[in-house]
């Protein structure tokens, strides 16, 4: 790829130009890369679709150094995806040509995510982006670069949950770019909703919050999936403040989207976004926060009042019960977070055996106390030591 390219890919993802191999440019000449002309930024999408397309491996290479075929388990989904998003590998299978043919693989890798199916992702969301992203580059296609940016979303939210940071952030990135090119504010809100979630990861809980909530306060009007997307950026920097002991915040900004989603009524608005936003979705997130602010009790008492069958997807099913075993594990109640960690294998068995997070609870659990037979069956189909 030579270097004009590189620096106009750099410019458009907002990247250091030493993370992809050039030198820092001095401020004088970086600055007028990014403008607010519409056309300008149009043919710098249209130039980060075609880069991207061409950095991957031509669809017949099936041999040597590069893997053409995604790896079928979900213990190899952070390799996958890491070859997907630096262009190092493509599926094997047959890629959309059409946008029509792009949203009916953005819906199956969607529902995969939903059902926590995630080897089955697999297949699905890489052939799905790279395909779309040569449709995009042939047309400057508003609606591609949607499903670019829905498809990049997807990808954020399973890093997000492998604990991928340095990739997650690229795929946000992207996802964001993309957004904006669409002219979707709400999943341009949605991707920067997971950017500051990766940020968050990362330990910068200041930045976190400063990306949610100004995402936040882009989306004003009456639009219902605007208004939805607010109540998910005001919940995630709630739970950014959870994590800096902060209750006061998540209280106030919780009670914030709690507002909004009462508002709404009882739809289930974005069940895209995160799972969607209603009331049962904020009980959710602050079954989390109080999690992480230090008080299971008052995370277990929010629990009691949500129904497991109120929530939409078994992926934020699954989410529940892990986040109530986090809840009795606080307590040292080590049978209750045993027994809900099986209640969650048994809906979603990928969901505990990929998560870090669980694979931790349960390495704990093994390694400070006794262990009965469910644990040590839990502890080996986790394959840990």
């Known amino acids: 790829m030579d270097i004009p390219t590189l620096r106009r890919l750099a410019a458009v993802l907002d990247l250091p130009p030493q993370l992809v191999g050039l030198a820092a440019e001095p401020l004088s000449d970086a600055a007028g890369v990014m ?29 040597g150094t590069a893997r053409a075929a995604m790896p079928a388990g979900d213990s190899g989904l952070p390799d996958a995806l890491r070859s997907l998003l630096l262009g190092t ?35 699905d969301l890489p052939a799905m982006i790279v395909g779309t992203q040569r449709i995009a580059g042939a047309a400057d296609d508003r609606f591609a670069y949607g499903l670019l940016a829905q498809a990049y979303i997807l990808a954020t939210r399973l890093l997000i ?13 992207r996802a964001h770019t993309f957004a904006s090119g669409g002219g979707n504010a709400a999943l341009v809100g949605e991707a920067a909703r997971n ?25 004003t009007g009456t639009d219902p999936g605007a ?58 997130h602050l079954i989390s926060g109080y999690n992480a602010v230090g008080d ?65 609870m349960v390495g704990d659990l093994t390694a400070t106390g006794r262990i009965s037979p469910d644990l040590r069956g839990l502890a080996a189909r986790l394959r840990l030591p």
């Open 296 to 360: 299971p009790r008052a995370a277990l008492a929010v629990a009691d009042r949500v129904r497991l069958g109120h929530l939409p997807t078994v992926e934020r099913r699954a989410r529940c019960l892990t986040d109530v075993a986090t809840s009795h594990a606080l307590l040292g109640r080590r049978a209750e977070c045993v027994d809900t960690l099986l209640r969650a294998e048994r809906i979603a068995p990928q969901e505990v055996r990929a998560r870090p997070a669980v694979r931790r």
């Open 227 to 284: 208004r939805a997307e607010r109540g998910l950026l005001l919940m995630s920097a709630g739970y950014t403040a959870a994590k800096s002991r902060d209750a006061a915040t998540l209280t106030d900004l919780t009670e914030q989207a709690r507002r909004i989603a009462d508002g709404l009524g009882d739809r289930l608005l974005l069940p895209t976004h995160g799972g969607g936003f209603s009331r049962a979705l904020v009980d959710l």
């Open 161 to 173: 949950k492998l604990e991928e940071v340095d990739l997650g952030l690229l795929a946000a990135d």
């Open 89 to 123: 590998s493509v599926p094997a299978g047959p890629l959309p040509s059409t946008a029509g043919q792009a949203r009916a693989l953005l819906g199956q890798a969607t529902n995969a995510f939903h059902s926590c199916r995630y080897a089955d992702l697999g297949r």
């Open 35 to 63: 403008d607010d002309d519409p056309v300008r930024r149009r043919h710098l999408l249209t130039s980060l679709a075609v880069t991207a397309a061409a950095t991957a491996v031509p669809g017949g290479l099936v041999s």
């Open 195 to 219: 950017k500051a979630v990766l940020v968050r990861k990362a330990g910068w809980h200041d930045d976190a919050a400063a990306i949610a909530l100004q995402a936040a306060d882009h989306l």
